[in-house]
């Protein structure tokens, strides 16, 4: 299915370079050059989206910016699934990314699935790839307050940004107390709660590495092929090309 961008003041379904509805006048695509870009699947409960941001913000310092045209659902939907796909999520955030964006970073309170057979995902990303995904559906599961569902949500996209800078994870065994940590047999709501939105040091200078090497994305060809990734009860971190 053809994918469109959805103006989210009169609905209408428009093609991805159209910078402005031809219905309304509502602006659909802002200039993200060096800015951390945010699109929405669909709506996303009043009070998160602004918290995940600003949460960003400190993160990487550098500006961000939602884009007010929201992604259509129709592309990644699956019937026979326990949610969408997440790998047709992930492209279609990809591409949408424009050169000059940090990273592009997508998010839904629908549930996202790498397959028929898996039930869940709390977020997805390509190491080096300059987009990542995260839903709040199972971040939502047990009905969390505000405040937490916030951490929640903040701490897996902080996650999800750092594997599209190159940064892998840090092992539960390590003790580094690090956003990175994660183990794709162990992740959960409840490894979740207790970890960080902070970098480590090592993954600090990662980071810096990253933005001397890159200051200004290009958007990278997506593989043939994907690589097949690392299932966890929640995040999935696809393994890097060799």
Not at 65 to 88: C, F, H, M, N
Not at 113 to 135: C, E, K, M, Q, T
Not at 149 to 171: P, W, Y
Request: net charge negative.
């Amino acid at each position: 299915m053809k994918d469109t961008n959805i103006c989210e003041n009169c609905n209408h379904y428009l093609s991805l370079d159209c910078d402005v509805c031809p219905h309304c006048e509502q602006a659909m695509i802002l200039d993200s050059t060096g800015k951390l870009c945010l699109w929405r699947l669909g709506d996303i409960r009043d009070g998160i989206l602004g918290h995940i941001a600003h949460q960003l913000r400190l993160a990487f310092q550098l500006p961000v910016l939602i884009q007010p045209a929201y992604l259509d659902e129709r592309p990644s939907a699956r019937p026979t699934w326990k949610g969408l796909s997440s790998t047709v999520f992930l492209e279609q955030v990809h591409r949408r990314h424009c050169a000059g964006t940090f990273v592009s970073l997508g998010i839904t309170e629908a549930n996202i699935v790498p397959d028929a057979r898996h039930n869940f995902l709390f977020g997805y990303a390509y190491v080096g790839l300059p987009a990542a995904v995260i839903s709040l559906k199972a971040m939502d599961a047990d009905a969390p307050n505000h405040e937490l569902l916030i951490k929640r949500a903040s701490s897996m996209a902080v996650h999800e940004i750092g594997h599209t800078l190159g940064l892998d994870h840090h092992s539960y065994e390590s003790g580094i107390d690090c956003v990175m940590v994660g183990d794709s047999e162990v992740d959960s709501i409840e490894t979740l709660d207790v970890g960080t939105t902070q970098f480590c040091e090592a993954c600090r200078l990662g980071c810096a590495r990253f933005f001397q090497r890159r200051a200004v994305l290009a958007v990278p060809p997506l593989p043939r092929r994907l690589p097949r990734g690392i299932q966890s009860q929640g995040r999935q971190v696809p393994q890097a090309h060799p």
